[in-house]
């Protein structure tokens, strides 16, 4: 039988697939979201700020990323995904293809982390009266190239995201 207690303490108690001091995993979903634009495959990604960075205890300057976050326990990775995209970045889209993951392992602070993202390409539908996450300043919509030269840790995504976008003749 499983302790269910002891599940708890590993995945964190807050409810999210989360690393702990005490759990090194965690498991982050999100997307590349596309559209046409007069015959242009556009990305969109986030810009977070200098000030905000620091708040959240990163490097000091202007980074950009695709929309992504933290898994939940209870939800799959294409709904935490959805999920994510709508809530960082206020729009609504429709999950084309599983791009797969990539993981980062580093320690921070004395904390091992390893944090597993998982990328699905997604069509852009419509915005959300929500709009953007307090995390970010603004979302942009860039060609795709402009939009992998502009991000850090998200490329290798981006480059998937346009494999998948020749199969399915979009590009």
Request: charged letters at 30%.
């Amino acid at each position: 039988m499983v302790n269910k207690s002891r599940i708890d303490f590993k995945l964190g108690s807050n409810k999210e697939f989360r690393t702990t001091e005490g759990w090194p995993f965690h498991v982050s979903c999100g997307g590349v979201v596309y559209r046409v634009n007069e015959n242009q495959v556009e990305i969109l990604i986030l810009s977070r700020g200098k000030e905000m960075n620091v708040m959240l205890g990163r490097e000091s300057k202007q980074t950009w990323h695709l929309p992504k976050g933290t898994l939940n326990h209870d939800e799959s990775l294409i709904d935490g995904a959805i999920r994510e995209v709508k809530e960082e970045a206020g729009v609504f889209v429709e999950v084309q293809a599983y791009l797969g993951s990539r993981i980062a392992d580093w320690t921070e602070k004395g904390i091992h982390f390893i944090k597993d993202h998982h990328y699905f390409l997604m069509e852009y539908l419509s915005e959300s009266e929500e709009g953007i996450d307090h995390e970010h300043e603004s979302k942009s919509w860039f060609p795709i190239e402009k939009a992998q030269e502009l991000l850090e840790w998200d490329k290798e995504a981006v480059e998937t995201a346009k494999l998948a976008l020749r199969r399915l003749e979009i590009i």
